[in-house]
C-alpha cells in the first residue's frame, strides 16, 4: 500500500467549476499536510499548508481529517491556469529531519 | 534570492558515464534533499542532509552518492550511469523541522542511453 494515496485523474473539467481532489495517508504519525502543484515539466511548488480545522486561500480550501487519514483539496471557480498535477503530501519527523511523503499527484485539466 | 538552483537542465549520458549534478540554495537552510521523479510516480528521496557534513540516504539511494561540504551546495553523483538511473532529479530544501514544505529546484532531465 502506498503511504499517501491519490486519484490520478485525470479531471477534466470546465472553466467556473467545482471540482474536489481527495488523499488518504497511511502513517497515522503524520503531523503536517500541504498540497503542491506541479506544471507539467516544471518542479513542484507548495500550494498550500492543511491544518486541521480546515483552511482557505482564495478559491482553494484544504481539508483534514486525522481520524479518517484523510486530506482533501477543493478548488472553486476553476480557472484555465488551474490546469496542472496536484501533489498532496503527509510529513513526519523522521531521523530528525520534516520528513515528506508525496503522493503521485491528481491531474486536472480545464477547459474554455 | 534565487532560491533552489540546479545545473544542468537536461543530459544525456552513455551507459557506465558518470557525472554530478550541481545544487545550490541561498535561504540558509540546514536541509536539502535529492528526489527522482519518473512518470506517473510520486517523488522518491535518494539522499538528504540535515546541515554541513552530515547526509544519510532516503529511499532509492543505489547508485547515487552525496557530499554537503557547505550550507549551500549539495550536488548528487551518478557513478556507472544505467538506463534505470533516466528520470527527472530534483533538489530541495528547507527550514529544519516543524510545519513547512521544502522549496524545490527547478529540476534536471536525465536520459542514459
Known amino acids: 500500500r502506498k503511504e499517501v494515496e491519490q486519484d490520478p485523474g485525470p479531471f477534466n473539467v470546465p472553466e467556473g467549476a467545482t471540482v474536489a481532489f481527495n488523499c488518504t495517508y497511511s502513517?497515522?504519525?503524520?503531523?503536517?499536510f500541504f498540497w503542491y502543484r506541479q506544471d507539467c515539466r516544471k518542479e513542484p511548488k507548495l500550494l498550500m499548508s492543511v491544518y486541521s480545522s480546515g483552511n482557505e486561500d482564495g478559491r482553494f480550501t484544504a481539508q483534514l481529517n486525522r481520524a479518517s487519514q484523510y486530506i482533501s483539496l477543493l478548488i472553486r471557480d476553476s480557472k484555465l491556469s488551474d490546469s496542472a498535477t496536484y501533489l498532496c503530501v503527509a510529513a513526519i519527523i523522521s531521523g530528525g529531519y520534516n520528513k515528506l511523503i508525496f503522493g503521485a499527484g491528481t491531474r486536472l485539466a480545464v477547459h474554455p | 534570492n534565487a532560491g533552489v538552483t540546479q545545473t544542468p537542465k537536461f543530459r544525456i549520458l552513455k551507459i557506465g558515464q558518470s557525472m554530478t549534478l550541481q545544487c545550490a540554495q541561498d535561504m540558509n537552510h540546514n536541509y536539502m534533499y535529492w528526489y527522482r521523479q519518473d512518470p506517473g510516480m510520486g517523488l522518491k528521496l535518494i539522499y538528504y542532509?540535515?546541515?554541513?557534513?552530515?547526509?544519510d540516504k532516503g529511499e532509492v539511494p543505489n547508485g547515487y552518492n552525496v557530499s554537503r561540504s557547505t550550507t549551500e551546495d549539495f550536488p548528487l553523483r551518478l557513478e556507472l550511469a544505467a538506463p534505470s538511473q533516466t528520470s527527472v532529479y530534483f533538489c530541495?530544501?528547507?527550514?529544519?523541522?516543524?510545519?513547512?514544505?521544502?522549496?524545490f529546484g527547478s529540476g534536471t532531465r536525465l536520459t542514459v542511453v
Open positions: 502513517n497515522s504519525a503524520s503531523q503536517s
Open positions: 530541495a530544501s528547507s527550514y529544519s523541522t516543524g510545519n513547512y514544505g521544502y522549496t
Open positions: 542532509s540535515v546541515g554541513a557534513g552530515i547526509t
